[in-house]
């Protein structure tokens, strides 16, 4: 019922800043937590942040705490991750997932509680 599109990757320098756009389908966007993972080669995928509904919380993982605001714009069915003073381990392909229930923000760090996926944008961050 919800397809999610990640854009903004790219190539950028240690220090640099970054803005990754989730734009998503369908009519209930605004009723679902949205979340921001990553995962880079080798690793396990990694929760790196999470909005409610209503965009009134937000979570990070300890990590990228102070550098990585989530946002949201519930008119335009977007969901935003801007990535500031990135570090090379910030290296990853990032996707952005939708809750699997509506107005459910429990458990926002773990993937399984997540029914939606986009395809994923790279992000490279060079030192």
């Known amino acids: 019922q919800v397809q999610l599109a990640e854009s903004g990757g790219g190539l950028v320098q240690a220090g640099g800043s970054l803005r990754l756009s989730c734009a998503a389908s369908?009519?209930?966007?605004?009723?679902?937590?949205m979340g921001w993972f990553r995962q880079a080669p080798g690793k396990e995928r990694e929760f790196v942040a999470a909005?409610?509904?209503?965009?009134?919380?937000?979570n990070y993982a300890d990590s990228v705490k102070g550098r990585f605001t989530i946002s949201r714009d519930n008119a335009k069915n977007t969901v935003y991750l801007q990535m500031n003073s990135l570090k090379p381990e910030d290296t990853a392909a990032y996707y952005c997932?939708?809750?699997?229930?509506?107005?459910?923000?429990?458990?926002?760090?773990?993937?399984?509680?997540?029914?939606?996926w986009g395809q994923g944008t790279q992000v490279t961050v060079s030192s």
């Open positions: 997932a939708g809750g699997k229930r509506p107005l459910d923000y429990r458990n926002y760090n773990l993937p399984y509680q997540y029914a939606y």
């Open positions: 909005i409610s509904s209503g965009g009134g919380s937000t």
């Open positions: 369908g009519r209930t966007f605004g009723a679902y937590t």
